[in-house]
């Protein structure tokens, strides 16, 4: 990145600190009286009826009279974020509010790129703070960049261009949401007060997306791989049994590695599984929301568990063959200590009971997974939304709480779904004997 010379910069605000609305007044050269005017301004923009208060119809017309396409999504969210009571409308005093909390906001993370402190962003202090959030861009798409933003054309981004450019975005502000919100809007120009779609704080490359999946699938498999034996070997059991013996017996029989039987399977099936399971669910969710009434940005928790079945019998259909031959490695006699080896379990399966064999006992296996996906999904949702809302007042769930939502639906579904996990099980492990999975138990 070569530097340019550096234009002389308007903005008195100079140096970093602590960040409150009187540097906002000054990065905008606005007087308390002439900033409630504009804020009073927009909120009657939105407010074309004169009610006193915006719903989302309100807000979808006002961002869309601003030229922002219906398929972002962004009414419902910016109703959430703004409606601090939530009875489904947003007053001027709510409306007040939000301004005053993204103005801070926007000011915070201007003046996190202005490490010269000079009051403007230069295009070489973009361009680093791109560069350590991870985001490689060549000077062209960093002109672009700036072109988008510096409405002016003078070279630089002040804060009152800085703002106009992300006003109305409803989610947490950082470099790396900024620069795929530019990269969403850059083709068409929709105005100063663009916003980005739904979900794109989490924006990564998607090849990221699964190698993360992946390698996290593999060590919550291995993690969990002995209790997941210990519980295969229970439920095919149609005697009266406990933990601790069929423990004994396997730590006798196989030793420890015993407990890490088709664990190799099962990490290679769990990264196509949550894949083909989360791309089909927001696949669906965007689809049913697109022929929703007004309130297309939620399906509510009835559509999510429509959406989250669905999801799940298509990933439990395509992985279905791995699952069906990880019971049999799992359930099948040692021999001398010896689990059986997985090619030749599955050749067997394939000479002595055909193609067809590994897919018998889908039905029932799809009957217990769609409601196990349909609970597990649809509470995890609810369950980020509700925190989201409620408890870290609209920020974005961390680490510990997704897990402890995980933890939490994913409990509750396999609760719920167990019954049907046992008969699926057994059938499983005794089909090449019966057809009928009553018959094995």
């Known amino acids: 990145m070569e530097a340019k010379p550096k234009p002389e910069c308007c903005n008195p605000v100079k140096k970093r600190g ?5 540097h906002v007044l000054l990065a905008l050269g606005e007087t308390k009286e002439e900033r409630d005017l504009r ?22 017309k006002g961002l869309s009279a601003l030229q922002i396409p219906a398929e972002y999504k962004y009414a419902n969210d910016l109703l959430k974020v703004c409606d601090a009571n939530r009875d489904g409308c947003v007053d001027y005093y709510e409306f007040k509010r939000y301004m005053d909390d993204k103005e801070l906001e926007l000011y915070r993370i201007f003046q996190a790129i202005d490490v010269e402190h000079s009051g403007c962003i230069l295009p070489e202090e973009l ?3 791109l560069v350590k959030a991870g985001i490689q861009i060549n000077d062209e798409k960093l002109a672009q960049f700036v072109e988008h933003v510096d409405k002016d054309n003078n070279g630089i981004i002040t804060f009152e261009e800085w703002r106009d450019f992300l006003l109305l975005y409803p989610h947490e502000a950082n470099v790396e949401n ?7 809007v850059c083709h068409v120009d929709i105005g100063e007060h663009a916003v980005i779609p739904q979900g794109i704080n989490k924006h990564v490359p998607r090849i990221n997306s699964f190698i993360a999946g992946g390698i996290a699938g593999a060590v919550s498999r291995t993690a969990t791989a002995p209790f997941d034996r210990l519980k295969v070997v229970l439920q095919v059991q149609t005697t009266r049994t406990s933990i601790l013996p069929a423990v004994t017996k396997i730590l006798k029989e196989e030793g420890l590695l015993g407990f890490f039987r088709g664990n190799g399977l099962n990490i290679v099936k769990v990264t196509p599984e949550s894949a083909i399971k989360f791309y089909t669910f927001e696949m669906l ?14 399906i509510g928790a009835g559509g999510k568990l429509v959406v989250g079945g669905v999801a799940g019998a298509v990933a439990q259909s395509t992985i279905y063959p791995m699952d069906l031959v990880k019971t049999r490695l799992q359930t099948c006699a ?12 599955t050749r067997d399966i394939w000479v002595q009971e055909g193609p067809r064999a590994f897919y018998k006992g889908l039905v029932p296996s799809i009957f217990g997974i769609i409601p196990y996906a349909s609970i597990d999904l649809t509470v995890y949702e609810t369950l980020r939304d509700f925190s989201r809302t409620h ?47 009553i018959i094995c138990l």
């Not at 969710?285 to 939620?298: A, C, S």
């Not at 939490?408 to 057809?435: D, E, F, M, W």
């Open 18 to 22: 602590p960040v409150s609305m009187e």
């Open 39 to 60: 804020i009073r301004s927009m909120f009657s923009f939105f407010d074309a009826a004169d009610v006193g208060f915006l719903d989302y119809t309100q807000i979808e």
């Open 127 to 129: 361009w680093d703070a």
């Open 178 to 184: 900024i620069y795929h919100h530019w990269e969403r």
């Open 285 to 298: 969710k965007d689809v049913i929301g697109e022929h929703m009434g007004d309130n297309k940005g939620d």
């Open 334 to 345: 040692s021999e001398g200590g010896k689990a059986p080896h997985l090619g030749k379990l």
């Open 391 to 437: 408890i870290l007042q609209d920020s974005e769930p961390g680490p510990l709480v997704n897990i402890c939502c995980g933890a939490i639906s994913g409990a509750l579904g396999a609760t719920c779904i167990y019954p049907l996990q046992v008969i699926r099980t057994r059938y499983y492990r005794n089909v090449h004997k019966s057809p009928f999975p």
